[in-house]
């Protein structure tokens, strides 16, 4: 028989208890190690309540597959109210990240054909593989100022202007320059911005954000000075876009862009274009470095791995005779090399959906309107679903395993990650121009963990070792 929603396992009855465990582990950042230390204690199923939201967690591929049966035609996951607050207060329209219902579902139909349809993808990729080609150059201009023929650093300020140039190349159709020796420092502020948002919502979820708002918490100010920062910067690109394409309309002979595109289309009002681009090109920095860095620190720890990468990819080179769309469908152990690397050290700890019907789960009752967690970290490293899960291996990726819900990083379904062809196509022309050049070295080999920040962040900085092939 199934069990009834209330027997579910888990400190939800006790709050204070569980509030006592949270700040016990330094819960904040180690929401990600909470969630499997959970699943260790209960099992693969249990029920919590921790500061004002209440959800059942869930880890299992097959528990997955039931609940995004139920996540009706609107999926909605948590609502993160700090954003929602921000715009309420400086009264700015939601874009697609948080919109609900019909209007996200018109909406998100728009962009789809825009952003992730199959047909845009072979527009994005000269453009990207521009930006590619051109952090190649740069990389090679450190290595030789440096003098000694390589180059040791953190590269997380770096990834973050690769990604930044890339987004905005494929969003505005022109570059922002951020790859020169001086940049914009507006730019840089925007960069600046966007770690601080992040960094400062994360207490939010467990501080309503009204309250803090009403009393004048540093955070809430901090919060809004990081939005105003991304929305100003946005408008501005937006801004002289929509000027150039009413002085000259587009003659339709190259790519212009998404945002151009968006525009000439007409199906969508200019502020609710505005809201989403300004989410895409913020959703678009941190995301993908932080991707690329993770992976460059796994390739520098298997030197072996990292030379069967760089073989696909220079057999991928010489087969696809310069095409280059053709090229990325020639690399599958370097697309496993990045789903690996999403399974580890994934951006978002766990996947939400107000489920809309009553299902069941590890048989155990859960009435519609329940919010369910899928914890993707713990997931991730659970031995029961990625036999030796500790260890990076692109390949299982390739071979024959079930992969059924198992590779969810992005997301699934209608809501999932609307930037997510952009990212992967980024991050495969990033890495394949990088290893074509370069090796990759780590000279202590130590593990970094992961801290939460909103999205998961290297706790420390990863320092490596760039020389010339
Ligand atoms: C949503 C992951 C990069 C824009 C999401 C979600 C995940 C995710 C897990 C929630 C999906 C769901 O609830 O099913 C990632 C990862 C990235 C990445 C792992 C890179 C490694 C990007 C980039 C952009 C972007 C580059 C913008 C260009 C968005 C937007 C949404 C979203 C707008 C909300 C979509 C909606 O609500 O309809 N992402 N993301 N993301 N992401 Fe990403
Ligand atoms: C954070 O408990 C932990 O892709 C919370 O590009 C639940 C939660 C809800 C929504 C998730 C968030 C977590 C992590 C960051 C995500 C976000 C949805 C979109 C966002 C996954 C798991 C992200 C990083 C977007 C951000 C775009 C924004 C900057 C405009």
Redesign the pocket.
């Known amino acids: 028989a199934v069990r009834p929603f209330n027997e579910i396992p888990g400190q939800w009855k006790n709050s204070v208890a569980n509030l006592y465990t949270f700040w016990r582990m330094d819960g904040l950042r180690n929401?990600h190690r909470i969630m499997m230390h959970n699943f260790n204690m209960y099992g693969p199923i249990y029920r919590e309540k921790v500061g004002y939201y209440e959800s059942v967690n869930i880890i299992k591929p097959e528990d997955a597959a039931v609940l995004f049966k139920a996540e009706g035609h609107y999926p909605k996951?948590?609502r993160?109210e700090a954003w929602t607050s921000y715009r309420d207060y400086r009264n700015r329209k939601y874009g697609v990240?948080l919109k609900d219902g019909e209007d996200w579902k018109s909406n998100r139909i728009v962009l789809n054909k825009e952003v992730i349809s199959p047909k845009v993808q072979g527009n994005f990729v000269p453009l990207l593989d521009e930006v590619g080609h051109d952090f190649v150059a740069r990389v090679y201009k450190k290595i030789e100022r440096s003098g000694q023929n390589e180059w040791t650093t953190d590269l997380s300020h770096e990834l973050f202007k690769y990604a930044l140039e890339s987004v905005s190349h494929v969003l505005y159709g022109e570059r922002l320059g951020l790859l020169l020796d001086y940049i914009d420092p507006d730019a840089q502020h925007f960069i600046d911005c966007?770690t601080l948002?992040?960094k400062t919502t994360s207490p939010m979820?467990y501080l309503p954000p009204a309250l803090l708002r009403h009393t004048g918490a540093k955070i809430w100010k901090d919060h809004v000075d990081a939005w105003d920062g991304i929305f100003n910067q946005a408008d501005r690109c937006i801004q002289s876009i929509y000027r150039q394409l009413r002085k000259n309309p587009d003659d339709g002979e190259k790519y212009p862009g998404v945002l151009a595109s968006l525009l000439m289309l007409d199906k969508l009002s200019i502020e609710d274009i505005k809201a989403s681009v300004t989410?895409l090109m913020?959703?678009g920095v941190?995301?993908t470095s932080i991707t690329l860095l993770w992976t460059l620190y796994e390739l520098a720890r298997h030197p072996d791995l990292q030379e069967e990468i760089r073989a696909e990819i220079l057999a991928a080179r010489i087969a696809s005779k310069g095409d280059v769309v053709q090229m990325l469908k020639m690399v599958p152990l370097l697309k496993g090399a990045l789903k690996e690397t999403l399974r580890l050290h994934p951006?978002?700890?766990?996947l939400?959906r107000y489920i809309t019907e009553d299902i069941v789960l590890q048989n155990y009752h859960i009435p519609a309107g329940t919010l369910v967690q899928l914890g993707l970290y713990a997931m991730g490293r659970d031995h029961r679903i990625f036999p030796h899960p500790e260890q990076y291996r692109p390949s299982r990726w390739v071979r024959s395993q079930s992969h059924y819900f198992r590779s969810l990083s992005f997301g699934f379904g209608p809501r999932q990650?609307l930037?997510r062809r952009i990212a992967e196509t980024e991050m495969q022309l990033f890495l394949i121009h990088m290893l074509e050049n370069f090796r990759f070295e780590k000279k202590r080999q130590v593990e970094v963990r992961s801290t939460f920040e909103?999205?998961l962040l290297p706790e420390k900085p990863i320092m490596l070792t760039i020389k010339p092939l």
């Open positions: 929401i996951r948590l993160v990240l966007i948002m992040f979820l989410e913020a959703g941190d995301t951006v978002a700890v766990s939400q990650c930037g909103l999205i």
